[in-house]
């Protein structure tokens, strides 16, 4: 479980025990009053995909820890994990692993539960299910064979990142994760880049700046915004034209914790020659260097491909002369 931004809040909770249940214990973690409609209850049969948190331990709805304490069953991409979210609010249910390599060979038995008339909740380690997590292959074959399907929405990491971002949230597409080779990754870009909206992408911290430098050529510098260790304590949004963050994290190295990169839509605020931060490098450099060298200068420093900046370049001498 990351480290949570309500410190202690889970330990109070694990601490106060007595068999009280999951609302007494989240009410004295949170300080509020036992609400009786979160108590355990007799559940409806079907499978019940329940969001959790993505750090921040209090991030748990009420309806989500009732369906937690109910189900017959809770379906878990890591048993360990589940287990640790579950005793943090004296939830003590028993715990099934369904996750990328046991998926195909444990369905037909979790469907077979499902259509005896049992109630399963599916989680992920975080966030939820099937948002690039397991769990679409389930909740498909669950349709398929007529069993009823609750989502019980909560944290997902895409939706925090657009509304901290500071970019249009009026269309937004969630794009996962870009493939890890460049290649691959400039391919799949090429594809995005025509979509008339603000892109999310989930990335590793060991690929981010070169994830923002492929982004910066196929997109342009366009505005975006890096948004790490969502909810928890080490939260931090860093907002920028695409190459302006590719030529940060370049020279910070890989920053810590897990990350969402939010991407502003084509034209908009968006300069696609790089931007003003692009401008000023090159008539600095250009001031004092040959063409050739400011252009080779800045396209390291920036990160951007050199042909993108010796385009500007050759349009700001024209602007000049
Ligand atoms: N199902 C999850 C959700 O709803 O957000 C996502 C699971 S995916 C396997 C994990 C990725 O989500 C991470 O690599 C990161 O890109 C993003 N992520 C998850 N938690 C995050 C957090 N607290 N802050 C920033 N990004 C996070």
């Avoid at 099934?96 to 998926?103: K, L, Q, T, V």
């Avoid at 925090?160 to 493939?179: K, M, Q, R």
């Avoid at 391919?187 to 995005?192: D, H, K, N, Q, S």
């Avoid at 931060?277 to 001031?287: I, V, W």
């Amino acid at each position: 479980m990351p480290r949570e931004k309500a410190a202690g809040a889970g330990k109070r909770a694990k601490k106060s025990g007595g068999g009280t249940g999951a609302v007494s214990l989240a009410a004295r973690a949170f300080g509020q009053e036992p609400i009786e409609a979160a108590l355990p209850s007799k559940l409806a049969p079907g499978l019940y995909v329940v969001s959790t948190p993505i750090g921040n331990l209090g991030d748990i709805t009420l309806r989500a820890l009732k369906t937690l304490a109910s189900v017959s069953a809770v379906l878990c991409e890591d048993t360990r994990v589940t287990g640790k979210l579950l005793a943090a609010y004296g939830i003590s249910a028993r715990k099934i692993p369904y996750h990328d390599h046991n998926a195909a060979e444990a369905r037909p038995e979790i469907l077979r539960r499902l259509k005896a008339g049992e109630a399963l909740a599916l989680v992920s380690d975080a966030g939820t299910p099937l948002v690039s997590d397991p769990g679409y292959k389930l909740v498909r074959a669950a349709i398929g064979e007529g069993v009823a399907v609750t989502a019980i929405p909560g944290a997902s990491a895409a939706l925090a990142s657009l509304v901290l971002s500071g970019l249009p949230p009026d269309a937004f597409a969630f794009a996962g994760f870009l493939p890890p080779k460049s290649a691959a990754r400039k391919r799949a870009l090429r594809e995005w880049k025509s979509v008339h909206a603000t892109l999310l992408f989930y990335e590793s911290a060991t690929r981010l700046a070169a994830s923002l430098a492929d982004m910066a050529e196929m997109l342009g510098a366009r505005p975006a915004a890096v948004t790490r260790e969502l909810t928890k304590l080490y939260e931090e949004v860093r907002r920028g034209n695409l190459a302006e963050l590719a030529a940060f994290y370049r020279a910070q190295g890989a920053p810590k914790g897990e990350m969402v990169v939010a991407v502003g839509p084509p034209g908009g605020d968006a300069d696609p020659s790089g931007g003003e931060a692009l401008d000023r490098d090159l008539a600095a450099a250009l001031s004092r260097t040959s063409l050739r060298q400011a252009v080779a200068e800045v396209a390291a420093a920036t990160g951007l491909p050199r042909r993108v900046v010796y385009a500007r370049a050759l349009q700001l001498k024209g602007e000049q002369g």
